[in-house]
C-alpha cells in the first residue's frame, strides 16, 4: 500500500525541548517537503530536498533542523530555538509531476 | 514575491448547485496548477491539476486556466454537504526548485 506516513500524530513538548517528527514514504519519489500550518492559515514551506543528501531552506526554517540519509525517510527536528512550535506539521513528497501528495500530519503542542 | 491569490470566503452555496472557486497568481512564467482540497484538521488532497489553457473535467470537478489573464478556476457541479472544506490553489515554475507556491484557501460550505 504506497503513500506517507507520519508519526506519531499527536506531540507534545515541554519547553526547552528538541523534539522529532518523523516522515517515511514508499512512492519512490524523489522530492520531500515540510510545511508548517497554523490555525486558519495557509501552508509554510519550512525546509524540503529534492535528492537524497542534500535539502534546502524553505520561508521559514530558523528554529528546525532536518536530515536526508535515506531516499524514503525526512525527519524533521523542531529545536529549542523555535519559540512558537505548535501548530500542525505536514510532510510531503513529489515525483516528476511535481503534484505534492501529503501524509496525514503531526499536530504539535508546547506545553 | 511571487504570489497566489485566493478569497478567502467563506463561500456559501445550497446543495446540487455549482461552487465557483478562484484563484490568480502572479508569475507569468508558472506551468502547472493544482486544486488540493482540505477538509478541517486533516491533510490536503490533490483533487485535479491542469497544465494547459481551457478546461479539464474529472466527475463533478472542472479546473480551468486563463494564463493570459493568469487566472484558473474550479468548478464544482452537483454540490454535496461533503464537499465542505477549504480548497486550496497551489501553483508550479520549474525555475522555482520544484516548489509550489500556495494560496491561503478558500472556505466552502455547502448547505443540505
Known amino acids: 500500500d504506497g503513500g506517507i506516513t507520519q508519526s506519531p500524530k499527536y506531540l507534545f513538548r515541554k519547553e526547552g525541548q528538541n523534539v522529532t517528527l518523523s516522515c517515511e514514504q514508499n512512492?519512490?519519489?524523489?522530492?520531500m517537503y515540510w510545511y508548517r500550518q497554523d490555525p486558519g492559515q495557509g501552508l509554510r514551506l519550512i525546509y524540503y530536498?529534492?535528492?537524497?543528501?542534500?535539502?534546502q531552506k524553505g520561508d521559514i526554517a530558523e528554529g528546525y533542523s532536518v536530515s536526508r540519509e535515506k531516499k524514503e525517510s525526512f525527519p524533521l527536528t523542531v529545536t529549542s530555538a523555535q519559540k512558537n512550535p505548535t501548530a500542525f506539521y505536514l510532510c510531503?513528497?513529489?515525483?516528476?509531476?511535481?503534484?505534492?501528495?501529503f501524509g496525514p500530519g503531526t499536530r504539535l503542542t508546547v506545553l | 514575491q511571487k504570489e497566489v491569490e485566493q478569497n478567502s470566503g467563506p463561500l456559501s452555496v445550497p446543495e446540487g448547485a455549482i461552487a465557483s472557486l478562484n484563484c490568480t497568481y502572479s508569475?507569468?512564467?508558472?506551468?502547472?496548477f493544482f486544486w488540493y482540497r482540505q477538509y478541517s484538521g486533516k491533510s490536503p488532497e490533490l483533487i485535479m491539476f491542469?497544465?494547459s489553457n481551457g478546461d479539464k473535467e474529472d466527475g463533478r470537478f472542472t479546473a480551468q486556466l486563463n494564463k493570459a489573464s493568469q487566472y484558473v478556476s474550479l468548478l464544482i457541479r452537483d454540490s454535496q454537504p461533503s464537499d465542505s472544506a477549504t480548497y486550496l490553489c497551489?501553483?508550479?515554475?520549474?525555475?522555482?526548485?520544484?516548489?509550489?507556491?500556495w494560496g491561503l484557501g478558500t472556505s466552502l460550505a455547502v448547505n443540505p
Open positions: 510531503a513528497s513529489s515525483s516528476l509531476g511535481n503534484e505534492q501528495f
Open positions: 530536498s529534492q535528492i537524497v543528501n542534500d535539502f
Open positions: 491542469i497544465y
Open positions: 497551489a501553483v508550479y515554475n520549474a525555475g522555482n526548485n520544484r516548489k509550489l507556491i
Open positions: 508569475d507569468r512564467g508558472s506551468q502547472s
Open positions: 512512492l519512490n519519489h524523489d522530492a
